[in-house]
């Protein structure tokens, strides 16, 4: 990035963004809601990030695409977090392929019309996306990739019990520190900002039907939150000066794990360019719960929730921002990865938490969006429990998480059921 880039980002940073105009068809901010043209804006949501895979002319396959937002749009569902990047060579593992960049500033044209239609699509259907520009994580390239880009560093994939979470998350922390690897993205951020949908002819920083760009999915600090936050505020800078119209957020799971993730919800999103607040509540995955724990230990589950809730209100109140709880799930019945198999925990903790957001709407909370995870659509495993190969079908499920873990199929009547009755 030039210099005069990192000097007009620091202003930025510095003395905050231009005063809100609420009369926008953009979304924007006003103290703790959301506003477009002058109206609140709060939404039922879902986490859609295979949409520009699907939506890729060659590679994709638009048909069900187009079936699958019908069936959102059906549910009420009116906001998609989406991947807006996705890095992978030919040697990347439990990654997307095709992916978006397949070497540094080297794209995949037939990716970028997916993202085009998926985007004109949306549009059509009077959707708002959720941009998601980095990953923690190896599925969609994100830090692991850039840092490989960098220096041909080797990724430590802890799926091969070779190495650990902790060494898988210790080298995708090295990103903050690598400028190598940052500069790789910024090019990417900048390119993805400044392009023009090939289909509508609206270039994306002028897109109304883009919500906000979000930095990455799932950014850790781990054991170096001063540089995570460091370089938060500085990309966060650096989007704002690109385009004036978009809100900024961080995708970051909230005060996860305590202090081991090395996230703070207030001090990180204690920051001008900082727009929202997101928080992800992973019952299963931070063992509290599954299927088949029963009734007792879901009870003392819904209790951690509340507490987990409270504690980031209470943070979005002091920063005088809106939050969105913009990833949750459960497993099926039985943690099966069986497409068959039942739903009934996972309904009964979808509910308690639709309930929870429509109670924050109703009374003025911070609290104005939902985006449950995920959903898969017509999409089902090809080997249910094991991990995603390149050919595979796209589910919600990330390819390097077990296929059939947590997506929502278009057949999953109940939980389908709940989202469109629920009124928001």
């Known amino acids: 990035m030039k210099t005069y880039l990192y000097m007009a980002a620091l202003f930025v940073l510095i003395f905050g963004c231009k ?97 085009d239609f998926l985007l004109n699509e949306m549009a059509k259907r009077d959707m708002k996306a959720v941009m998601v520009l980095g990953n923690f994580w190896t599925w969609s390239g994100g830090f692991p990739q850039y840092l490989n880009w960098a220096d041909g560093t080797a990724i430590p994939y802890p799926q091969d019990k070779a190495y650990s979470w902790d060494d898988f ?40 039907t883009i919500m906000a760009w979000q930095l990455a999915n799932e950014p850790r600090g781990y054991h170096v939150p001063e540089e995570f936050r460091a370089w938060t505020r500085k990309t966060s800078a650096f989007i704002k000066l690109l385009d004036e119209n978009h809100l900024v957020c961080l995708g970051t799971e909230g005060n996860t794990s305590g202090n081991a993730a090395g996230v703070n919800v207030l001090l990180d999103n204690d920051d001008p360019n900082v727009d929202y607040i997101t928080m992800h509540i992973w019952a299963q995955n931070w063992g509290w719960f599954k299927p088949g724990d029963g009734e007792e230990v879901f009870e003392q589950t819904l209790k951690k929730v509340d507490a987990y809730w409270d504690d980031h209100v209470q943070v979005a109140k002091q920063l005088n921002k809106p939050i969105v709880l913009e990833e949750f799930g459960i497993a099926r019945d039985s943690s099966s990865y069986n497409p068959e198999a039942s739903t009934y925990w996972r309904d009964k903790y979808f509910s308690y938490l639709f309930k929870k957001v429509k109670k924050s709407v109703e009374n003025n909370e911070p609290v104005k969006g939902f985006n449950f995870w995920s959903y898969s659509g017509e999409g089902r495993p090809h080997r249910p429990g094991e991990y995603w190969e390149k050919g595979d079908t796209f589910l919600g499920d990330p390819p390097h998480e077990l296929q059939g873990w947590y997506g929502v199929y278009n057949t999953d009547i109940s939980t389908i059921n709940q989202i469109q009755k629920l009124e928001l």
């Open 19 to 115: 005063e809100v105009d609420t009369t926008t068809e953009f979304v924007q901010i006003k103290n703790t809601s959301f506003i477009v043209n002058n109206q609140s804006y709060h939404f039922k949501g879902a986490n859609y990030w295979q949409g520009m895979n699907l939506g890729a002319p060659e590679s994709g396959d638009r048909e069900r695409l187009l079936r699958e937002l019908e069936q959102l749009k059906e549910m009420g569902v009116t906001n998609l977090r989406v991947l807006a990047s996705s890095e992978a060579d030919s040697e990347m593992r439990f990654a997307i392929h095709p992916a978006l960049q397949k070497a540094p500033g080297v794209y995949n044209e037939d990716i970028w019309q997916g993202l």
């Open 169 to 208: 998350q210790r080298f995708s922390a090295g990103f903050y520190s690598n400028e190598k690897a940052q500069e790789l993205m910024n090019n990417h951020i900048e390119k993805v900002i400044n392009r023009t949908n090939s289909i509508s002819g609206i270039s994306y920083k002028n897109d109304p």
